[in-house]
């Protein structure tokens, strides 16, 4: 019989006592709390969703999913289905309601993404996840925000005060993973996809992950589709190859006939890219 870690034993409890189960679209074996408060923002709750397996040993790496701006308030439900199937595998999950109810991306949605991290590493412990093999990603406003996530580590302005556990660091990413989210918000200013669809150039590169960029970013995966109509191939071509050209490891997948999101993006080419791009830089102990 397997040994049931720390982690799964606290969320089968919690399971228990909220009677909260798994959605239907989860893998069979993966335990789902959903709702726990992380932060609140002008008295309104920021939530998140936990997705465990009973392991084998030791401490899973853990992915921090980030949803898409179009599922709005309370989209922490909606994951990729790819990377449910990772949750399955055995990687803790970790789903994140960051969208905030004025649709104010940048700065604030930072914040609370920042906020959102500080609270998984204050927990690391307590629901037994590894806080040293921490992976972001995201779609759409997820994707940008992951790789603002992995690539403004150490920037204090970026911090915020969003939440606890203010001692705790919103650092220590070792992987980011963008499924087409913007990268240089100075060339959509004028458009819909601009944080706050009001911004000036100045407010759109302080915006923009590439303004991050440093020698010491984590390694990148970017998921786009050449199709896509609302953030060109080029937001991920362009960061793929400044990624590279400071000699950080970066990998463009590019989704034939892909538009912005939808199922091409939940197939097995993209749950196999994804799951070599972790082997490389957090790698399970145990397979189911």
Avoid at 127 to 133: A, L
Avoid at 239 to 265: R, T
Wanted: charged share 20%; proline share 5%.
């Amino acid at each position: 019989m397997r040994n049931i870690t720390k982690g799964l034993g606290l969320l089968l409890s919690f399971c228990m006592m909220e009677a909260v189960f798994a959605k239907e679209d989860a893998p069979e074996n993966v335990f789902v709390v959903r709702d726990v408060e992380y932060a609140q923002v002008g008295g309104e709750p920021l939530l998140l969703d936990l997705y465990c397996t009973e392991t084998t040993e030791g401490a899973p790496p853990l992915i921090v999913w980030f949803h898409g701006g179009d599922t709005g308030v309370g989209g922490s439900a909606v994951v990729n289905k790819a990377v449910l199937r990772l949750a399955g595998d055995g990687y803790f999950l970790v789903s994140v309601d960051c969208w905030r109810k004025d649709g104010v991306v940048y700065p604030g949605g930072v914040y609370n993404g920042k906020a959102a991290l500080r609270w998984i590493y204050a927990h690391a412990d307590e629901y037994g996840y590894d806080p040293e093999k921490v992976i972001v990603a995201g779609a759409s406003f997820g994707g940008y925000l992951a790789t603002m996530l992995g690539m403004s580590q150490g920037v204090k302005e970026l911090e915020g005060t969003v939440g606890g556990h203010q001692e705790a660091s919103a650092d220590g990413i070792c992987g980011i993973i963008n499924f087409y989210g913007s990268s240089d918000l100075s060339g959509l200013a004028a458009e819909s996809s601009c944080p706050e669809k009001r911004c000036d150039k100045d407010l759109a590169e302080r915006a923009s992950p590439l303004a991050y960029l440093t020698p010491d970013d984590p390694p990148m995966l970017i998921i786009h589709g050449d199709a896509d109509k609302t953030v060109p191939l080029e937001q991920g071509a362009i960061l793929s190859q400044q990624y590279q050209d400071a000699g950080l490891v970066s990998e463009l997948m590019v989704i034939k006939n892909a538009n912005h999101g939808g199922s091409p993006f939940e197939s097995d080419e993209v749950y196999n890219g994804i799951f070599d791009f972790l082997e490389d830089i957090a790698p399970l102990s145990f397979m189911f």
